[in-house]
């Protein structure tokens, strides 16, 4: 009938994967000084976003400097003729030793790393195969869902490709969901963001050995679109879950649903 037909293709395109993530409002030079938080609320580190055009490529950094930790991570992308993520890194620094420090080359598909064990810093590099525009990893996942965020609101479920580590890298197919319009609590504000999920499709045998959370981000609703907050492990599954928040100052609560959660016309 047309109803069962028009059922199916609808399912078809909940679970339809992005060929690319399309790209209309292009960035340019910005700045901020977001938290890195526990889920509690308290402040971790001190962050400083900067993120500038530079041979045509959208770069960012991001940076968080705690009591004796660093973090620095950094990306770049292409913002033409859709958003693609062309590099990748993360240097964690922890009483001023390198602790581990992990890099990802798209076009070429290398990925290199180095992790502090217990008595020697490891290191690999290895080979990945990931589709141009479908694989992100980081804050690339954040720009990502800028990029959809029309589709994700609409109620479409959108498959990506993410480069993890563990420490060593495996990429993973996840899904992109929205999960509602949240109040946010920060800095003594309220403020309304829209909740993106990032789920990892970890096959159910592997799950037995490996439990790989899934992260959550946060966008203002109103144009342009900006980031709110994140919530996830910071670079491996087994890192706890932590917090970056927009504004620095405190408290951050938990973000809660306004009204009802799920798909908005």
Not at 206 to 213: D, G, K, S
Not at 232 to 257: F, H, K, Y
Request: proline share 6%; with cysteine; charged share 25%.
């Amino acid at each position: 009938s047309v109803t069962v037909r028009a059922a199916l293709v609808a399912c078809l395109l909940l679970a339809m994967p992005a060929a690319a993530v399309e790209w209309t409002s292009f960035e340019g030079p910005a700045r901020g000084f977001p938290a890195l938080r526990d889920l509690a609320g308290k402040k971790l580190a001190d962050g400083d976003f900067t993120q500038w055009i530079e041979n045509g490529a959208l770069h960012i950094r991001i940076t968080y400097v705690g009591e004796s930790r660093r973090i620095e991570e950094q990306a770049v992308f292409r913002q033409k003729p859709e958003l693609i993520q062309d590099a990748w890194s993360l240097r964690e620094m922890r009483n001023g030793k390198l602790y581990r420090q992990f890099e990802v080359n798209f076009k070429s598909g290398l990925v290199t790393g180095k992790k502090q064990e217990e008595t020697e810093l490891e290191e690999f590099s290895e080979k990945i195969d990931v589709e141009a525009g479908r694989a992100f990893v980081g804050f690339g996942f954040t720009m990502a869902i800028k990029g959809l965020q029309k589709r994700l609101i609409r109620g479409e479920h959108v498959e990506l490709q993410a480069v993890g580590f563990s420490p060593k890298p495996r990429v993973v197919d996840v899904e992109l969901s929205y999960g509602g319009l949240d109040s946010v609590r920060m800095s003594g504000r309220v403020l309304q963001g829209e909740h993106f999920i990032v789920h990892p499709k970890i096959p159910r045998i592997a799950r037995l050995f490996v439990e790989v959370p899934d992260h959550h981000i946060w966008l203002t609703g109103s144009a342009p679109v900006s980031f709110l907050r994140w919530e996830g492990p910071l670079a491996e599954p087994s890192d706890p879950i932590t917090r970056v928040d927009l504004l620095p100052g405190g408290p951050s609560e938990a973000a809660a649903p306004v009204g009802t959660t799920g798909r908005r016309n």
